[in-house]
């Protein structure tokens, strides 16, 4: 698309122009198929779709692979980029507001090493069989958990306050704090083992000062200002988490880890930070501008990019219904050790909502292929079956732990994130 006029000023502007030509019409075809998600996940009135999984449906059709709509040029790619930092961040976000019990996140992190180890020899075999995807990443892909899509549906059917609901939030902080850890260090490479973990325990020390001093010393003046624009254009609160976010995005690109550690740690500290009720609308203007904005944007995109003639193969559907499969073995690994507590039907469902996984597949997927660690049809396969566990996996735990699947009702406004 060239220059625009309307007789007036030329868009893009001549220099934006110059480094590469702007598609409106695929950004605005992006942020159509962003706004119909949400739309088309409120039509039932019982029953709620996750948006995440629409909006990758969208991007499909948009995309080349159906109706060739839309490209991804360079300024919806960096959008996409700018969301999957996002992403994270609210992940970090999210390990702080839940206020796991203690005993949860510890039976959580012990059942998660049970899953890696397991995905790990499922991995390994695997490639030695053939496929095209390094064993490491297979297993952690298969580790993790969407906690953000089971918090809403958890809350509305009212098993958060329950033992059920307890260990499924273990479980789900489990497998989104560790997944990101890892990817940190064996996806990056930049250095060998040993001095990715040590540069990670000293990053790690940087954020636990910086969130020690985002805690107890805020100065008074500081406090004012950002209590006095809180409601006003100034909005000095978040802008400031958004100058942290990127700050430790760049600290940890350039001590040589995967940019989404950066924007997980920064979301650590911000959730210390607001975790108040003095917090909330700070907490809900950066919603706004990620799950209203820029998260949205990453998943249209992902669907643009998905590769949807290797899926519809028959060794990509016999691949993604293996990962799906290897989904529930994986994570329901974990759930034993709440056997004892929750019962076998429990413990059934708790390993269903455990294997519901598809944000972090995807960042994993991309991240993976960007790196050459996994061949793109595999995570084309990997992708497709994190689709179907958002889908199908929540409402059988809900059936099999005596709710019914009538109790998934909309998620409230203050858990809208919680779709992805």
Known sequence: MGHCSLNGPSWPPPLLAEVAPLDLESLVLVLAASSLGAVLSRLHRRVVLPTVVLEIVLGILIGPEVLALAEVDSYVNFLANLGLGFLFFFAGLEVVEKNVPRQSLVRGTLGWALSLALGLVLGAVLHNAGLDAEWWLLGLALATTALGTLVPILGDAGILPTPLGSAVLGTGVAGEFWPIVFISVFLTGTYGAVEEVLLLLAFGALVLLAATAALRARPHGLVRVLQQTVHTTGQAAVRMSVLLLAALVLLAVEVGFDFVLGAFAAGLVVGLTLNSPQGEPVRMRLEGIGFGFLIPVYFVVTGMNFDLDSLLTPTGLGLAALFLSLLVVVRGTSSLLWLRELG????????????????????????????????????????????????????????????????????????EEGEY
Do not use: E, Q, Y
């Open 344 to 415: 076998t039907r429990k413990t059934l469902s708790l390993a269903l909502f455990g294997a519901t996984g598809l944000p972090l597949i995807v960042a994993i997927v991309g991240i993976g292929t960007d790196n050459g660690a996994i061949a793109a049809d595999v995570g084309t396969s990997l992708i497709g079956a994190g689709m179907i566990s958002v889908l199908l996996f929540p409402l059988l735990a809900m059936t099999i732990a005596g709710r019914g699947t009538a109790a998934v009702a909309a998620p409230s406004a203050s858990a």
